[in-house]
């Protein structure tokens, strides 16, 4: 099966604590995202991996850091987790960097800090 | 700033009925205009894209509508069933820039009432 994978579904932690969300393509794409899905739905992009270089990268708090080992894999560690960091965390991959393809979606980690 | 805005935030219709989503946009250089619609519990997937070569993109019941001087592009879908019911998202990117980064609106629900 070929897809985008993440684990975890789920993840309950506390504030200041730190977590890591892992994500993995087999579409044999070249660029890899992390979307940031809150309550109220809003999908903004985080970060953006082009074999193994960041492309992309909005203006996301610091604590928030991708890490990847080769272009299939692109994970995200939270340092310290706060309250608004609260949503679904959406893994995701295209086949090129320049735009105008499908972007593939995995099913999401949703996060909830306590 | 938001670079693709969306309305209606939430639209109610009859089955049998055309639901008509709007967007518009900002960036005169995108060129790559995707809707995609998230059911509940899922995450996004794409529906139907278009580029500005054409002003009409048809697959089945779903039509894009682009109007590159107005900057505004619109999914009609006619004959709505209740299964079409989901949040419709619009987006956009610029195949000609060099970073791959699809902006998304807001968001629309959908609900196709029996």
């Known amino acids: 099966e070929t897809a985008v994978f993440q684990t975890p579904n789920y993840h309950v932690t506390q504030v200041g604590n730190e977590v890591s969300f892992n994500c993995k393509q087999t579409l044999g794409h070249d660029t890899m995202y992390w979307y940031k899905q809150d309550s109220k739905k809003l999908l903004k992009i985080m970060f953006s991996?082009?074999?193994?270089?960041?492309?992309v990268n909005e203006t996301v708090p610091r604590r928030f850091s991708p890490q990847s080992s080769d272009k299939a894999h692109l994970n995200l560690r939270i340092k310290s987790v706060e309250p608004e960091d609260s949503a679904v965390y959406l893994c995701?991959?295209?086949?090129?960097?320049?735009?105008?393809?499908?972007?593939?979606f995995g099913k999401g980690t949703r996060l909830t800090v306590v | 700033q938001q670079q693709v805005r969306q309305s209606p935030q939430s639209l109610t219709v009859w089955e049998g009925e055309t639901a008509i989503l709007n967007c518009s946009y900002e960036?005169?250089?995108?060129?790559?205009f995707p809707w995609y619609h998230q059911f509940p519990g899922e995450s996004p997937a794409l529906l139907i894209a278009?580029?500005?070569?054409?002003n009409k993109k048809e697959d089945g019941r779903f039509t894009i509508f682009f109007n590159k001087r107005e900057k505004k592009f619109s999914l009609h879908i006619a004959d709505s069933q209740p299964g079409d019911s989901a949040t419709y998202f619009c987006?956009?990117?610029?195949?000609?820039?060099?970073?791959?980064?699809?902006?998304f609106g807001q968001g629309t629900s959908l609900s196709v009432v029996p």
């Open positions: 987006a956009a990117s610029g195949a000609s820039s060099s970073f791959s980064k699809l902006v």
């Open positions: 960036d005169s250089t995108f060129d790559y």
């Open positions: 991996y082009n074999n193994k270089q960041l492309i």
């Open positions: 278009i580029r500005p070569v054409s």
């Open positions: 995701a991959s295209s086949l090129d960097r320049e735009g105008g393809t499908e972007v593939f």
